[in-house]
């Protein structure tokens, strides 16, 4: 039936025959879609898609709220053989402008309540059509697929052929659409799941959204070849996700999602009995963090280290030690090296930038064939652009972005360096460490910093406690104290923010 396309045939297969199993619980209304009713959307939605004219390696572009039918309508992409791409929902119109014109999709879906505002740059970007689509399942998409002859055979695809787009955040330059293929999504959710233990027992409490990577790619993909099912949270609150873990196995969140769970006096080892297992990512976990989560919970988080061009690189084990400040061990089958900007090798126990080669590393950046060639070197490593450090054991972990990197008076200044000093300060939430110009020395490091509330921490004492520990090209000359570090939707920090508030 799916046989002939790569990724939906290995999405559909561990469900076959358990077509009355439940894929999906709403959090919100208690609503139980079954793996059957599921799959006879998703042939809808790929039948609607069929028939406006959408034909293989046509895009199809989405900016809808969380829900089954939307998640119904990526597979029902897939399932027609054409390029899913899912936009923030935060965008406003002048970005998504950018993107529609850029990927030129056949098919823009929106919530209906902005389509007033989103239909006319989906047409000045040349859109053929403009559908809607709303968190309850309700728009003309949805019409769309009532109506329409279902797609029961799928689009031939095979492994090479583009199954994504995903833009990156865009925070050094004009956002790139990374092309993710078949092969890349297929063999990342299969090793995800095996190293994962996930099985069609595991329940996973969803809160992330689901136009990156972690809430897409790894947590819907990874469940479906599993066989498993999601408890669907539309976002993430803390009192309503700690309810479910009774009836829950994991969670996969960022930190921030760890934070604000640890607030909550529920939180016990009694109301985790049933959980096995925490996955953190998108976003460094300090820490302390770490600590007050093990104390409470008796779990230790699982880190893991993926990005936009790449899925998932690396994973601490499920079974084994998890290291707590690192993103654990390359993937099989996935190969990570340290090298310096012409590729030669780090020494050993050096920061290096991070390279990555495998099944899991996308085609390039859509029509930036430039851009793609800058970053892909000519035997098929990837730069990600990110920092790390190895150690004996061979576990990653991640120092920064090479665009983070502070160099003053020519040395090189590693942000995680300070950051870490300082997160261990009595008082300190958390810091980020980032350059701002300097007349004499090129640059010179600032730092913001959130404290706990009720501390009476200055920006003199915290250059006081870490000035031992840090050669005085090191030391930050500005010290800012703010209510909360900026970021993404992802948790990300933000650091082009702060250096753009604070350069001056």
Same mark, same amino acid.
Request: glycine share 10%; proline share 6%; hydrophobic share 40%.
């Given at each position: 039936?799916?046989?002939?396309?790569?990724?939906?045939?290995?999405?559909?297969?561990?469900?076959?025959?358990?077509?009355?199993?439940?894929?999906?619980?709403?959090?919100?209304?208690?609503?139980?879609?079954?793996?059957?009713?599921?799959?006879?959307?998703?042939?809808?939605?790929?039948?609607?898609?069929?028939?406006?004219?959408?034909?293989?390696?046509?895009?199809?572009?989405?900016?809808?709220?969380?829900?089954?039918?939307?998640?119904?309508?990526?597979?029902?992409?897939?399932?027609?053989?054409?390029?899913?791409?899912?936009?923030?929902?935060?965008?406003? /119109? !002048?970005?998504?402008?950018?993107? @529609? &014109?850029? #990927?030129?999709? *056949?098919?823009?879906?929106?919530?209906? $309540?902005? +389509?007033?505002?989103?239909?006319?740059?989906?047409?000045?970007?040349?859109?053929?059509?403009?559908?809607?689509?709303?968190?309850?399942?309700?728009?003309?998409?949805?019409? /769309? !697929?009532?109506?329409?002859?279902? @797609? &029961?055979? #799928?689009?031939? *695809?095979?492994?090479?052929?583009?199954? $994504?787009? +995903?833009?990156?955040?865009?925070?050094?330059?004009?956002?790139?659409?990374?092309?993710?293929?078949?092969?890349?999504?297929?063999?990342?959710?299969?090793?995800?799941?095996?190293?994962?233990?996930?099985?069609?027992?595991?329940?996973?409490?969803?809160?992330?959204?689901?136009?990156?990577?972690?809430?897409?790619?790894?947590?819907?993909?990874?469940?479906?070849?599993?066989?498993?099912?999601?408890?669907?949270?539309?976002?993430?609150?803390?009192?309503?996700?700690?309810?479910?873990?009774?009836?829950?196995?994991?969670?996969?969140?960022?930190?921030?999602?760890?934070?604000?769970?640890?607030?909550?006096?529920?939180?016990?080892?009694?109301?985790?009995?049933?959980?096995?297992?925490?996955?953190?990512?998108?976003?460094?976990?300090?820490?302390?963090?770490?600590?007050?989560?093990?104390?409470?919970?008796?779990?230790?988080?699982?880190?893991?280290?993926?990005?936009?061009?790449?899925?998932?690189?690396?994973?601490?084990?499920?079974?084994?030690?998890?290291?707590?400040?690192?993103?654990?061990?390359?993937?099989?089958?996935?190969?990570?090296?340290?090298?310096?900007?012409?590729?030669?090798?780090?020494?050993?126990?050096?920061?290096?930038?991070?390279?990555?080669?495998?099944?899991?590393?996308?085609?390039?950046?859509?029509?930036?064939?430039?851009?793609?060639?800058?970053?892909?070197?000519?035997?098929?490593?990837?730069?990600?652009?990110?920092?790390?450090?190895?150690?004996?054991?061979?576990?990653?972990?991640?120092?920064?972005?090479?665009?983070?990197?502070?160099?003053?008076?020519?040395?090189?200044?590693?942000?995680?360096?300070?950051?870490?000093?300082?997160?261990?300060?009595?008082?300190?939430?958390?810091?980020?460490?980032?350059?701002?110009?300097?007349?004499?020395?090129?640059?010179?490091?600032?730092?913001?910093?959130?404290?706990?509330?009720?501390?009476?921490?200055?920006?003199?004492?915290?250059?006081?406690?870490?000035?031992?520990?840090?050669?005085?090209?090191?030391?930050?000359?500005?010290?800012?104290?703010?209510?909360?570090?900026?970021?993404?939707?992802?948790?990300?920090?933000?650091?082009?923010?702060?250096?753009?508030?604070?350069?001056?």
């Amino acid at each position: 039936m799916y046989s002939a396309n790569c990724l939906a045939s290995a999405l559909r297969a561990a469900s076959l025959g358990r077509d009355d199993a439940p894929f999906a619980t709403d959090a919100s209304t208690g609503q139980i879609t079954t793996y059957s009713a599921l799959w006879t959307q998703v042939e809808a939605m790929a039948g609607a898609l069929v028939a406006l004219g959408v034909a293989p390696g046509d895009r199809v572009a989405m900016q809808v709220e969380k829900s089954i039918p939307g998640l119904a309508c990526y597979l029902g992409t897939v399932l027609a053989g054409a390029i899913h791409l899912p936009l923030n929902t935060g965008y406003p /119109a !002048a970005e998504v402008s950018y993107f @529609l &014109t850029d #990927a030129a999709p *056949r098919v823009f879906i929106c919530d209906p $309540a902005k +389509l007033d505002t989103m239909s006319p740059v989906a047409l000045d970007a040349g859109v053929s059509h403009v559908l809607t689509l709303d968190a309850d399942g309700a728009g003309t998409l949805s019409d /769309a !697929a009532a109506t329409a002859t279902p @797609l &029961t055979q #799928a689009v031939a *695809r095979g492994a090479d052929d583009l199954a $994504a787009f +995903l833009y990156t955040s865009g925070t050094t330059g004009r956002s790139k659409g990374a092309m993710l293929t078949h092969g890349n999504l297929t063999s990342n959710a299969d090793t995800l799941r095996d190293l994962w233990q996930f099985t069609d027992t595991d329940v996973l409490i969803h809160a992330l959204p689901v136009f990156h990577t972690h809430g897409l790619f790894v947590a819907i993909n990874v469940t479906l070849m599993a066989g498993g099912a999601i408890i669907l949270h539309r976002s993430f609150d803390a009192a309503a996700v700690l309810a479910d873990f009774p009836r829950a196995t994991s969670l996969m969140g960022v930190p921030t999602f760890y934070t604000r769970l640890l607030d909550q006096p529920g939180l016990t080892k009694d109301a985790c009995a049933g959980m096995r297992l925490f996955v953190s990512g998108s976003a460094p976990m300090l820490l302390d963090t770490h600590l007050k989560w093990q104390d409470r919970t008796g779990h230790t988080v699982l880190e893991r280290y993926g990005m936009t061009e790449t899925c998932m690189n690396t994973s601490n084990p499920y079974d084994g030690q998890r290291k707590p400040g690192t993103v654990g061990l390359p993937l099989p089958g996935v190969e990570l090296r340290l090298a310096e900007a012409d590729g030669s090798p780090t020494p050993k126990g050096a920061p290096g930038g991070i390279e990555v080669r495998g099944p899991n590393l996308f085609k390039g950046y859509w029509q930036m064939p430039e851009k793609t060639a800058a970053d892909m070197r000519a035997d098929g490593w990837f730069i990600t652009g990110d920092i790390g450090q190895i150690d004996d054991d061979g576990y990653v972990s991640i120092v920064g972005r090479s665009k983070d990197l502070i160099i003053s008076g020519g040395y090189n200044i590693y942000p995680k360096e300070i950051e870490a000093l300082i997160d261990d300060i009595d008082g300190v939430v958390e810091s980020a460490a980032f350059g701002v110009p300097d007349a004499d020395f090129g640059e010179s490091v600032a730092v913001a910093i959130v404290l706990e509330r009720g501390a009476t921490l200055t920006p003199d004492a915290i250059k006081q406690a870490i000035a031992p520990q840090l050669a005085r090209y090191k030391h930050p000359r500005q010290v800012h104290i703010l209510d909360a570090l900026p970021r993404n939707t992802m948790g990300k920090v933000q650091k082009n923010q702060l250096r753009d508030t604070f350069a001056a």
